[in-house]
């Protein structure tokens, strides 16, 4: 029963935030602070969510070049900057991951 | 060869999404194995990838469930962690104006962090194509079997794979956002942006509930939207400064 109420809530918590620009595509505007705002979320949000894993992958702060973890995301994020092609920086970057996973 | 009719955009869309679906499936993967490893039923596990369809968000959840956080803590942290879809939507919504009701509904499900970056990729950060919502819908509709696909196997070999945590599978979907986040990075209040949610994120990590994340996202924002008034504020006084001088 609580699950239900779970996987409703969740949706709740997410169909809107996809929809409401779509659904009312032609009529609605936000005031410009509020668009402004808005283009820092992913900037924030993405970071917030994959830098712990990188710099403490096992619970604690690793912050030296035997963590593949750290190694390859820099690597990576230096791919991302110069190219700007997100298939190009998956592609490498899991690739360098695998093979430090390996010889680490 | 150019792509002209639907079915060519339709394909186009799965096919340029291909390296996405490669790194979503480990990310599956190990979402279902952690739900069966915390016993959570394997119907909410797979009614969460099905009906709710937001993989972040999906596997805080699960996270949150483990230590037995109230339902409305999970929702609101879900509700953050999507904010950013305002933000994709915003961007392409442009390009599916002319579409009927329906149809922007259905793209609306879609809308991911993989699907944006495609649609992106492929039509320019300011899209407009009159075919552009097939290739969405290519992308969308792989992306959604896939996640299933692979939610249904860490489900069913959840239990068969021992410290599957450990294995790093996690690092595909830190190399996802990398490839998102770094062409994000246009100017210094982004940069800052990204720096203080960084930090704040390592910070405050044990706060419980995943307060820690909301915190970051939220401080991040206010420090780059803060220095981006700054600097605007900056330049205009450099402005009516350098005007009185003439």
């Not at chain 2, 596990?45 to 949150?64: D, E, K, N, P, R």
């Amino acid at each position: 029963m609580s699950d239900i109420l779970l996987i409703v809530g969740m949706i709740l918590a997410t169909y809107p935030t996809r929809w409401v620009l779509f659904g009312f595509a032609q009529s609605l505007t936000f005031p410009k602070w509020f668009t402004t705002a808005l283009t820092f979320v992913p900037v924030t949000v993405l970071p917030a969510l994959f830098i712990p894993i990188v710099v403490q992958p096992h619970g604690n702060l690793w912050l030296n070049l035997n963590n593949p973890y750290l190694v390859s995301a820099t690597l990576a994020a230096i791919i991302a900057w110069k190219w700007r092609n997100i298939l190009l920086t998956i592609t490498l970057g899991l690739s360098i991951f695998a093979l430090l996973k390996l010889w680490l | 060869m150019e792509p002209k009719t639907n079915g060519q955009f339709f394909i186009l869309g799965l096919r340029y999404t291909f390296p996405l679906l490669v790194s979503a499936a480990p990310f599956g993967l190990i979402f279902g194995a952690l739900t069966a490893s915390n016993d959570i039923h394997i119907y909410t596990a797979l009614a969460m990838s099905i009906f709710v369809y937001a993989g972040a968000s999906q596997f805080v959840a699960v996270g949150l469930m483990a230590i037995n956080t109230p339902i409305a803590i999970i929702c609101i942290t879900t509700f953050v962690v999507n904010l950013r879809h305002l933000l994709y939507a915003a961007a392409i919504k442009e390009a599916v104006s002319h579409l009927s009701l329906a149809w922007r509904s259905l793209l609306a499900f879609g809308l991911t962090d993989e699907t944006y970056a495609a649609v992106v990729g492929y039509f320019g950060s300011k899209p407009k194509h009159p075919k552009l919502h097939w290739f969405y819908l290519g992308s969308w509709l792989s992306m959604y079997i896939n996640w299933i696909f692979w939610t249904f196997i860490g489900i069913s070999l959840g239990k068969q794979l021992p410290n599957i945590e450990s294995w790093g599978l996690e690092f595909a979907i830190v190399v996802t956002f990398i490839g998102i986040v770094f062409p994000l990075l246009q100017s210094k209040p982004y940069w800052l942006a990204a720096i203080t949610a960084s930090v704040m994120s390592v910070l405050f990590g044990h706060w419980p509930y995943q307060l820690g994340l909301l915190f970051a996202s939220f401080s991040g924002i206010a420090v780059g939207y803060g220095s981006l008034i700054l600097a605007q504020k900056h330049s205009t006084q450099h402005i009516t400064q350098g005007e009185k001088d003439v």
